[in-house]
């Protein structure tokens, strides 16, 4: 009998919907035009790349013409980051961001610090929010670009976009947000929250692998990150992954059309969840704030306990779970989420991200809760930590 398995990692990415793949497949096998080419065979693959663009733009009350498809988040924020700070060094070289993003920008930022650019790295209060005082406090007469995560992707919590990108205008300063985790999630307006760019990605809204996109409001002199052809009106050259392209614009259309009714019940298992976990298994925290987050978060840290051996239990009870960001799996350190909210290491060690779909019901949550009880228990009585502290506490 094959193990039932419970996905509990939709952060790191999503099932793609069956709707999502039907729509897809006659790019492969019968539409395989390239968009590019004059005839008319080839026009019906263009016709379906500007139909996804104008419904993605439409979702973010953006312009068609503002959304450039790329290969997926990751290359979006690069592109975003490095080709602003291009364009505008003869404004000045400075950019600000917080110390939560996700590596993408991270990385990005040092390899721009390289480059010569000067970096200021906001700090986060203990629920993952920025501090929007010293944010502002920041702002130079060089500083060219505010780089803030919409949404964080380990602990859920949702930054004061809005507020981030009033202050940004105020001040003649570019706003660009990794909506990567939000979009699909969270009602997005690019117009009203004064957000100059803005990247997301396919596969965290049940959409393909591959395929992203960078919003770029139209009046930004932004260079290609990609130089070659004249795909993407001029800016980002290859060509169209058209089916890739066709299914973002599906699963964007699914994404917001149940977005009202699919995160609320999302939302409410969450709260199950978070409910059940804290009342039942002591010595437990919710990270992240504990309202403002996306409807599907849940991270918890476990006192007494390591982080990697509660993700190997639980997937030998057949639940795939995480520890943080999908992009550092492999790393031994402690996440820098955690250790930016406050968290010391040996609590940030014993972490747990669960992220949910709308496939996930309440049986999968209460086994996983039923398991992780037992599991957390047996790592903890294996630990001489909390062995030391169960004497202290009986005296």
């Known amino acids: 009998m094959e193990k039932k398995i419970i996905y509990l990692d939709n952060a790191a990415t999503t099932r793609t919907k069956p709707e999502v793949v039907e729509a897809m497949l006659p790019y492969f096998t019968e539409n395989y035009g390239n968009p590019s080419s004059v005839y008319t065979f080839a026009g019906q693959n263009k016709a379906a790349v500007t139909a996804a663009r104008e419904t993605i733009a ?18 979006s924020d690069n592109w975003a980051l490095k080709a602003a700070m291009e364009a505008y060094k003869d404004k000045g070289n400075h950019l600000i961001t917080s110390k ?3 590596h993408a920008i991270l990385h990005t930022c040092e390899y721009l610090e390289k480059q010569g650019c000067e970096v200021t790295y906001i700090d986060v209060d203990e629920n993952g929010v920025v ?6 406090a920041a702002i130079r007469p060089t500083t060219v ?7 964080n992707n380990e602990i859920g919590t949702i930054q004061p976009v809005r507020q981030i990108g009033k202050i940004a205008k105020e001040h003649g300063v570019l706003f660009h947000t990794d909506a990567v985790q ?15 760019m803005l990247s997301a990605s396919a596969h965290k809204l049940n959409g393909p692998k591959g395929i ?8 930004l002199k932004l260079r290609s990150l990609i130089h070659g052809g004249g795909q993407e009106r001029k800016r980002r050259a290859g060509t169209e992954n058209v089916p890739g392209i066709v299914g973002f614009g599906k699963a964007a259309e699914i994404a917001h059309e ?11 298992l969450r709260n199950y969840l978070v409910k059940r976990v804290l009342s039942e298994i002591p010595y437990t925290r919710l990270n992240g704030h504990s309202s403002v987050r996306l409807p599907n978060n849940a991270n918890f840290s476990f006192q007494f306990i390591e982080g990697e051996s509660l993700l190997i239990m639980l997937d030998m009870k057949g639940i795939c779970a995480s520890s943080g960001s999908a992009c550092t799996s492999g790393s031994l350190d402690p996440s820098h989420v955690l250790l930016a909210i406050g968290l010391p290491h040996e609590i940030a060690h014993g972490s747990l991200r669960l992220t949910l779909s709308d496939e996930t019901t309440l049986d999968d949550i209460d086994y996983t809760v039923d398991q992780l009880k037992e599991i957390v228990q047996n790592l903890r009585n294996m ?11 009986k005296k």
Do not use: C, W
């Open 58 to 75: 439409k979702s973010l009350n953006a312009q068609t013409q503002d959304i450039y498809f790329t290969a997926g988040g990751s290359e």
């Open 100 to 102: 939560i993003e996700h």
């Open 131 to 136: 501090d929007l005082e010293q944010l502002e």
């Open 145 to 151: 670009l505010i780089s803030i995560m919409y949404a």
């Open 182 to 196: 939000a979009y699909g999630q969270l009602p997005i307006d690019v117009a009203s929250e004064n957000i100059d």
């Open 212 to 219: 992203g996109f960078l919003y770029i409001r139209k009046g």
């Open 258 to 268: 149940t977005m009202d009714q699919r995160t609320r019940i999302e939302a409410g």
């Open 383 to 393: 630990s001489p930590l909390y062995e030391d502290f169960v004497k202290k506490n």
